[in-house]
T-cell receptor
Framework: EPEVTQTPSHQVTQMGQEVILRCVPISNHLYFYWYRQILGQKVEFLVSFYNNEISEKSEIFDDQFSVERPDGSNFTLKIRSTKLEDSAMYFC????????????FGPGTRLTVL | QQPVQSPQAVILREGEDAVINCSSSKALYSVHWYRQKHGEAPVFLMILLKGGEQKGHEKISASFNEKKQQSSLYLTASQLSYSGTYFCGTVGGSNYKLTFGKGTLLTVNP
């Protein structure tokens, strides 16, 4: 069964450093998302991406964040200058042919900012 | 605006039933239910589209009352594997983002 994959599973970085989180969505999906979950809290929407552009972003997704689909398979989230409060699980999700289709989540990347 | 889930937590004995509710103050296009176990990603359970449908998945089913903007998740004859945090995610209007509730922690004991 196709699934969303994410790398790395765990990333530790120093405050102020740049990190890139990588995702490979399900191959025939057209809509891509990033969510984050701070430990013990709910899952929060960051950004949605369709047709090679951002379709919506939350207030969390400020200028420090960017997304890219550099090739036909990868979908990346870059945080330019990490802060302590960026420590969280970051989940990538993808959905098929409509934005209202089921969103399938990847296993997540745990980001720890020291 | 995030949907409101209730209860926040529920403890069951194996074989008992539970209902988890999700309500929104705004018009919804769809409601998505996920279960998340500790340290893992949310796992999709089911999606309900506006139209007031009810869906079932083994012993887990859900309903969506479009007029009240409410959805309920029904777990019958609970199993130990049902333990986890259940999140409802709502999609409303023209955007496709999932807005999640705070979750309901379900614990099933032997």
């Amino acid at each position: 069964e196709p699934e969303v994959t994410q790398t790395p599973s765990h990333q530790v970085t120093q405050m102020g450093q740049e990190v890139i989180l990588r995702c490979v969505p399900i191959s025939n999906h057209l809509y891509f998302y990033w969510y984050r979950q701070i430990l013990g809290q709910k899952v929060e929407f960051l950004v949605s991406f369709y047709n090679n552009e951002i379709s919506e972003k939350s207030e969390i997704f400020d200028d420090q964040f960017s997304v890219e689909r550099p090739d036909g398979s990868n979908f990346t989230l870059k945080i330019r200058s990490t802060k302590l409060e960026d420590s969280a699980m970051y989940f990538c999700a993808s959905s098929g042919f409509s934005g209202t289709d089921t969103q399938y989540f990847g296993p997540g990347t745990r980001l720890t900012v020291l | 605006q995030q949907p409101v889930q209730s209860p926040q937590a529920v403890i069951l004995r194996e074989g008992e039933d539970a209902v988890i509710n999700c309500s929104s103050s705004k018009a919804l296009y769809s409601v998505h239910w996920y279960r998340q176990k500790h340290g893992e990603a949310p796992v999709f359970l089911m999606i309900l589209l506006k139209g007031g449908e009810q869906k079932g998945h083994e012993k887990i089913s859900a309903s969506f009352n479009e007029k009240k903007q409410q959805s309920s998740l029904y777990l019958t004859a609970s199993q130990l594997s049902y333990s986890g945090t259940y999140f409802c995610g709502t999609v409303g209007g023209s955007n496709y983002k999932l807005t999640f509730g705070k979750g309901t922690l379900l614990t099933v004991n032997p």
